[in-house]
């Protein structure tokens, strides 16, 4: 089985300011990693994604993420954040048991909120 | 490419009526998700199939929720009788099953409002 901890349920930063959403993953398979946004009253966009290549993987919008398999993390930042950027974060792991499909599961979500 | 279509968007039923959402797959996805997103949570995964069969419906309420996926391309999900809970977005989701290609694309969804 495989879970999702996003550690927290809201972050606030100034515009400007350094963004770093946080996200420990658990899976007893070698995982894939996503991290979606979602703006108010819109569909899923993906962000980025890990799928075994390089660890530190750049995403759209100045987003990147580094999977740590020692720390089982996937942790979200971005050096400036923008008014824009304010949205609904879900990380996601996806894991493929033997023979089978792959199998996203989310993790509950951090909102992230943009201070003029 | 054409993206995953689902359909209506929208839907606001009475408690206890029936309801239906509809949603094509991008071509040549083997793999097709239902979740479930109730407001301030992340989505829940409700039903997966494999081409027509389904490979995991643990989290499906089968007293009320149905789905099917009868010729391995579109499917249905289907709520028979609404309960106030029920309300949500609803989601669907399709991935290829070629190795190494995870990534799974996501419906605009269906909000379902329950009266």
């Known amino acids: 089985a495989q879970s999702v901890t996003q550690l927290d349920s809201h972050v606030s930063v100034s515009e400007g300011t350094p963004v770093l959403l946080r996200c420990n993953y658990s899976s007893s398979y070698s995982p894939s990693l996503f991290w979606y946004v979602q703006h108010p009253n819109k569909g899923l966009q993906l962000l980025l994604k890990?799928?075994?290549?390089?660890?530190l993987v750049k995403g759209i919008n100045g987003f990147e993420a580094e999977f740590k398999k020692s720390e089982t993390s996937f942790h979200l930042t971005k050096p400036s954040a923008h008014m824009s950027d304010a949205a609904e974060y879900f990380c996601?792991?996806?894991?493929?048991?033997?023979?089978?499909?792959?199998?996203?599961?989310f993790g509950r979500g951090t909102s992230l909120i943009v201070h003029p | 490419e054409a993206g995953v279509a689902q359909s209506p968007r929208y839907k606001i039923i009475e408690k206890r009526q029936s309801v239906a959402f509809w949603c094509n797959p991008i071509?040549?996805?083997?793999?097709l998700y239902w979740y479930q997103q109730i407001l301030g949570q992340g989505p829940k995964l409700l039903i997966q199939?494999?081409?027509?069969?389904?490979?995991?419906d643990s989290q499906l309420p089968k007293d009320r929720f149905s789905a099917e996926r009868l010729k391995g391309v579109d499917s249905t999900l289907k709520i028979q009788p609404a309960k106030l809970e029920d309300s949500a977005v609803y989601l669907c989701a399709s991935s290829s099953r070629i190795q190494g290609n995870s990534e799974a694309f996501f419906g605009q969804g269906t909000r379902l409002t329950v009266v």
């Open positions: 890990y799928t075994s290549a390089a660890t």
């Open positions: 071509s040549g996805h083997a793999t």
């Open positions: 996601v792991v996806s894991v493929r048991p033997s023979g089978g499909s792959y199998i996203p599961t």
């Open positions: 199939f494999q081409n027509n069969g389904v490979v995991d």
